[in-house]
C-alpha cells in the first residue's frame, strides 16, 4: 500500500470529494487557512463536494451554515454526519417505534427520530439501545443513564469514537474519549458507526452518487483508515490532527492514498515516489532506510520530502525492516 500517482489535479481527477470538517475546512469557529478558496476552485473544476463528519452533535443545517460563513457555500443536503450513519446503523437491527437513549446533541437527537425511534432520557424508561455522540454538554448524569441501561441488556452504538476533537485552542476530548468512559464502567464494546467504519462513506456515496471518490482528512486512524476500509483514495491533509511524521509511521490500514499541506493539494497534480539505485526519489528529494534508520538527501520541496520518507517507510516496514522512530529526521511541514 503506498503513495498513488496522480498526473492532473485531484480536482479534475476525482468527481466527488468526501471532505472532512473539524481540521480540513475549519477549527472551532475558524477556517482552516486556504479552505474556503481551494474549495471554491475545486467546485468550479466539476469536483463534487459533500461534507462527511464524524461530528454528531450538530443538525446538518447548522454545519452548512457553519461553512456558508466561512465562505464554503453548503447546503443541508451537503452534508452528511455520524449522526444519520448511527441512526443506520440502529435501522439495522431495531424496529420502527423502539425506544432509544439518545447521549448527545440535537443532530443526534433528530437523526434517530427521523428513522423512526422513540428518544428517551433515563435507562428507566427501558430502551433497547442506546445511542452515543458528541455534544459539549454532556455530563456524567447521562454517562451514568447510558450505563445502567447497557448494564440492563441495551445495544450500544456509538456516532465514532474519535478521542480527540480540534478546535482553536486545541485537541479538546471527543466522542471517544466519553464512550471509554461507559465501555469502562459496562465492559461492552460498542459498535460505531462513523469513520473509520466504512459505513459513513458509502452511505455518502450513495446520496451524492460518486463515480471516483476521493475521501479527505486530517486523521489517520479515522479519516484515511476509514477511505481504506471503504477501498477509496485519501487525501491527508496536514492542518489537523495527523501529522506528516504520524504519515511516515502510519500502519498499512491508515496510509493515505495522497499527501497536502492543506486544500490547495486539491488543485495540484501529485508526483509518487520511483526507487532508483536504492532511493526511493521524487523530483529533487530522496530517502531509504538503512539498518532501522531513515536517510534522507536534503533537496527538494518539503511536501515531496514527506513522500519519499512515506515510501521509504513504508516499504522497509513491509518487508518486516523496523524503523526506529527516533531516527526520523525534520521533514519541513508542520
Not at 443506520?88 to 446533541?105: F, I, K, N, Y
Not at 464494546?189 to 462513506?201: M, N
Not at 486539491?266 to 536517510?295: I, Q
Amino acid at each position: 500500500m503506498m503513495l498513488a500517482e496522480s498526473t492532473e489535479p485531484l480536482c479534475e481527477a476525482f468527481d466527488l470529494a468526501l471532505v472532512d470538517l473539524d481540521g480540513v475546512a475549519y477549527r472551532g469557529p475558524l477556517p482552516v487557512d486556504h479552505a474556503a478558496s481551494s474549495l471554491g476552485a475545486a467546485r468550479a473544476a466539476g469536483l463534487r463536494l459533500a461534507f462527511v463528519t464524524n461530528n454528531a452533535s450538530r443538525e446538518p443545517e447548522e454545519v452548512a451554515d457553519h461553512l456558508s460563513r466561512l465562505d464554503i457555500p453548503a447546503g443541508a443536503d451537503d452534508v452528511m454526519t455520524a449522526a444519520q450513519a448511527a441512526a443506520e446503523v440502529l435501522a439495522t437491527r431495531l424496529a420502527r417505534g423502539d425506544r432509544v437513549l439518545v447521549v448527545g446533541g440535537a443532530g443526534l437527537v433528530t437523526a434517530v427520530r427521523a428513522k423512526g425511534f422513540a428518544v428517551v432520557s433515563s435507562a428507566d424508561e427501558e430502551p433497547v439501545a442506546v445511542v452515543q455522540g458528541f455534544a459539549p454538554d454532556v455530563g456524567w448524569r447521562h454517562l451514568a443513564q447510558a450505563a445502567y441501561a447497557i448494564q440492563r441488556g441495551a445495544w450500544h452504538v456509538a456516532s465514532n469514537r474519535d478521542m480527540t476533537l480540534p478546535n482553536e485552542l486545541g485537541l479538546a476530548p471527543g466522542n471517544g474519549a466519553l464512550v471509554e468512559v461507559v465501555r469502562a464502567a459496562t465492559g461492552v464494546e460498542p459498535v460505531s458507526a462513523g469513520k473509520p467504519s466504512p459505513a459513513l462513506f458509502r452511505l455518502a456515496v450513495e446520496r451524492f452518487g460518486g463515480k471516483r471518490t476521493l475521501v479527505v482528512g486530517d486523521r489517520l486512524d479515522t479519516d484515511l483508515a476509514g477511505a481504506r476500509a471503504a477501498g477509496f483514495p485519501g487525501l491527508h491533509v496536514l492542518t489537523g490532527v495527523s501529522t506528516a511524521r504520524d504519515a511516515v509511521l502510519a500502519k498499512p490500514g491508515e496510509r493515505p492514498s495522497f499527501l497536502g499541506a492543506d486544500l490547495r493539494s486539491l488543485l495540484e497534480p501529485h508526483p509518487v515516489p520511483v526507487l532508483r539505485d536504492g532511493w526511493w526519489a521524487c523530483r529533487d528529494a530522496a530517502a531509504r532506510v538503512v539498518d532501522d534508520s531513515l536517510e534522507m538527501r536534503d533537496a527538494g520541496d518539503s511536501l515531496d520530502r514527506v513522500r519519499v520518507a512515506c515510501a521509504a517507510a513504508w516499504s522497509a516496514a513491509d518487508a518486516g525492516r523496523a524503523l526506529t522512530a527516533g531516527t526520523l529526521p525534520d521533514l519541513g511541514v508542520v
